[in-house]
């Protein structure tokens, strides 16, 4: 009964390489999110999506490709990978309408490149 | 853009002591304010918020937070701290993006809370 799951859980690769993260949640929510949380637990926005539509996008590098197939998932592709995106990753959800505001988390990704 | 400001980066308190971990807020116009917590290795969940109504909020786990219009607060309180209360807490400020109208949030730098038994 997970409401936001990502996958995996842990990834370990090295410099170059090119890797994804797959996020799906099952609140029926029409908003989705990426953010980065560095070694200092400072967490940032990266992405928004909107019923499949990229609507936020901070300054992130172009390595960084989001994906939405469909409103309930949300996947985050990274190319050439560098030392510095060792981070943990979360996505979140929300629904847009209404007074919510309020996002759920999946639980991350924590990503090591070696 | 809209801002939090967490003034401590640990609070230390025995258990069975109140407990109180500050948020000072910066908006325009009227403020949509959220308290989270995250324990180690797991992802933020959602505590309380306060969109609009009365001052004093209650959220899970016996946590309640109260909004101060005047100081621009809105600290996250608990009568009676457990030691499994021990975790990182965040602030967090909706915030509208420019172009696009869309909200997301914008979150402090975490107070980590650590109980003593």
């Known amino acids: 009964d997970t409401a936001v799951s990502q996958t995996p859980k842990y990834l370990v690769t090295q410099m170059g390489n090119d890797k994804s993260i797959k996020c799906e949640q099952n609140l029926g929510h029409d908003t989705m999110y990426w953010y980065k949380q560095d070694s200092k637990k400072f967490l940032k926005i990266m992405f928004s999506?909107?019923?499949?539509?990229?609507?936020i996008n901070e300054t992130v590098p172009n390595r960084f490709s989001p994906k939405s197939p469909d409103k309930a998932h949300l996947n985050l592709h990274i190319n050439s990978l560098e030392l510095g995106d060792s981070a943990v990753y979360f996505c979140?959800?929300?629904?847009?309408?209404?007074?919510?505001?309020?996002?759920?988390f999946g639980p991350g990704t924590r990503l090591t490149v070696t | 853009a809209q801002s939090v400001a967490q003034p401590e980066d640990q609070v230390n308190v025995a258990e069975g002591n109140p407990l109180t971990v500050k948020c000072t807020y910066s908006v325009s116009g009227n403020p949509y304010l959220f308290w989270y917590v995250q324990y180690p290795n797991r992802g933020l969940q959602f505590l309380l918020k306060y969109i609009t109504g009365d001052n004093l909020v209650k959220g899970s786990y016996g946590f309640e937070a109260e909004f101060n219009k005047s100081q621009t607060s809105f600290h996250l309180k608990k009568p009676s701290a457990l030691v499994s209360d021990s975790a990182l807490y965040f602030c967090?400020?909706?915030?509208?993006?420019?172009?696009?109208?869309?909200?997301?949030?914008?979150f402090g730098k975490g107070t980590m809370l650590l109980v003593s038994p």
């Open positions: 967090a400020v909706r915030d509208v993006e420019m172009n696009s109208g869309y909200s997301t949030l914008t």
């Open positions: 979140a959800s929300s629904q847009r309408r209404g007074l919510s505001y309020e996002q759920y």
């Open positions: 999506y909107n019923n499949k539509e990229l609507i």
